[in-house]
Every structure is written in structure tokens, then in C-alpha cells.
């Protein structure tokens, strides 16, 4: 069983709807969780940081932590063209030098105008 | 501000040979990590390093190494290249902070094919 499992996709919406993105895990000892956003041909681009369990909320973006569940989600109101990408969720140990990221596999999201 | 900056941006190689990849981190950011990103495996994590010196190392074979210098570039080299190291290889620095965050900042890649 791999320690992160996220749904690859392809997702495909209608700009203006609510997207939720999900990524289990099975290593109590992740932390620290993070979702990425990568555009073609592109690096990845931070969107969300969140510590422990809750949400967190940055514009058109929230992201939720499940430590019990081992679960976090991503959702993304009012869905735009440009948010078309592959979302990527990411997450580490605690630890000061602990820097290392283990990430999910990416969802590939397409939004429709 | 500069983003992270990685050279060159593609490189073609045959099997047996070397390979050299560079980065440089936003200016200020001393921790260096390097990924390799796959269709099949996603992103793996190879190492990362910290003043000078590597911190953290992933499941890779002895192939893969890497080094920083005093000004916070990284390199990282493949030797005896297989076709399987065909991947995207990503560099990401991250700022001094509190040992809590690790708000890690991607180059854009260095896509590399292994024929």
C-alpha cells in the first residue's frame, strides 16, 4: 500500500462548480499537509499549507484535514478554466530537518467555460 | 524576487552515460531538495540538503547523487543512465523559518529522456 493514495482522474467540470479534491494516507506520523497545483510543461505551485487536523481557507480555496480519518480534501469554489491543471496533494513528518514531501500522485482537473 | 531556477530545461541522453542538472534556489533559501516525477511512480523524493550538506535521502540507487555548494546551488548527477531515469527532475528550495514550515518552492524541471 503506498502512504499516499489520491484519486488520478481525469476530472472534468463546468466553470462555476464546487470541485473537492481527496488524498488518504496511511502513515500517522504525516503532520504537515499541502496541496500543489502544476500546469503543463510547469513546476509545482504551492496553493495550501495546513498543520494537524482543520481547515484552512484562502480565497476560492479550502482545505480540510481528517487526522482520525487519515484524510484531506481540497475544494475549489466557482471553478475557472485556469484552474485547469493537475492538483497534487503533498505531506511530511514533524521535524525541524525533516523536509522531505510525499506526495500523492495528482488529479488532472479540467474546467469546461 | 528570482523563482528557483533550474538548468538546462531538457537534455537527451543515451543509456550508459552521465548526467549533471543544476538549480538555484530563490536567493536566501539554504535547504535544497530534488525530486524525480514519473507518469508511472508520480513525484519521488531523491535528497535534500542543507548547508552544504545532504539532510535527508530518498530510495534511490547509489546512481543518483548530489551536492551543494557554499552559495546554496545544487547539482545532482546520474551515472551509467537507464532508460527507466527518463523522468522530470524537479528542484525546490525553502526559506529559513520555524521548524514547522516547509513551504517548499518548485523550479519548473529539468525534463530529461534517456535513449
Known amino acids: 500500500q503506498k502512504e499516499v493514495e489520491q484519486d488520478p482522474g481525469p476530472l472534468s467540470v463546468p466553470e462555476g462548480a464546487i470541485v473537492s479534491l481527496n488524498c488518504t494516507y496511511s502513515?500517522?506520523?504525516?503532520?504537515?499537509f499541502m496541496w500543489y497545483r502544476q500546469y503543463s510543461r510547469k513546476g509545482p505551485e504551492l496553493l495550501m499549507y495546513?498543520?494537524?487536523?482543520g481547515n484552512k481557507e484562502d480565497g476560492r480555496f479550502t482545505a480540510q484535514v481528517d487526522k482520525s480519518s487519515k484524510y484531506i480534501s481540497l475544494f475549489i469554489r466557482d471553478s475557472q478554466p485556469s484552474d485547469s491543471a493537475t492538483y497534487l496533494c503533498?505531506?511530511?513528518?514533524?521535524?525541524?530537518?525533516?523536509?522531505?514531501?510525499?506526495f500523492g500522485k495528482g488529479t488532472l482537473l479540467t474546467v469546461n467555460p | 524576487k528570482a523563482g528557483v531556477t533550474q538548468t538546462p530545461r531538457y537534455l537527451i541522453k543515451t543509456r550508459g552515460q552521465q548526467v549533471t542538472l543544476s538549480c538555484s534556489p530563490i536567493?536566501?533559501?539554504?535547504?535544497v531538495s530534488w525530486y524525480q516525477q514519473t507518469p508511472g511512480q508520480g513525484l519521488q523524493f531523491l535528497f535534500e540538503?542543507?548547508?552544504?550538506?545532504?539532510?535527508n535521502k530518498g530510495n534511490f540507487p547509489g546512481r543518483f547523487s548530489g551536492r551543494q555548494f557554499s552559495n546554496s546551488r545544487s547539482e545532482m548527477n546520474v551515472s551509467t543512465l537507464e532508460l527507466g531515469d527518463s523522468a522530470l527532475y524537479l528542484c525546490?528550495?525553502?526559506?529559513?523559518?520555524?521548524?514547522?514550515?516547509?513551504?517548499?518552492?518548485f523550479g519548473p524541471g529539468t525534463r530529461l529522456t534517456v535513449l
Open positions: 503533498a505531506m511530511r513528518k514533524s521535524g525541524g530537518s525533516n523536509y522531505k514531501l510525499t
Open positions: 536567493s536566501g533559501h539554504r535547504s
Open positions: 525546490a528550495s525553502s526559506p529559513p523559518g520555524t521548524s514547522g514550515e516547509n513551504t517548499q518552492y
Open positions: 540538503y542543507f548547508s552544504e550538506t545532504q539532510r
Open positions: 502513515n500517522s506520523a504525516f503532520q504537515y
Open positions: 495546513t498543520y494537524s487536523s
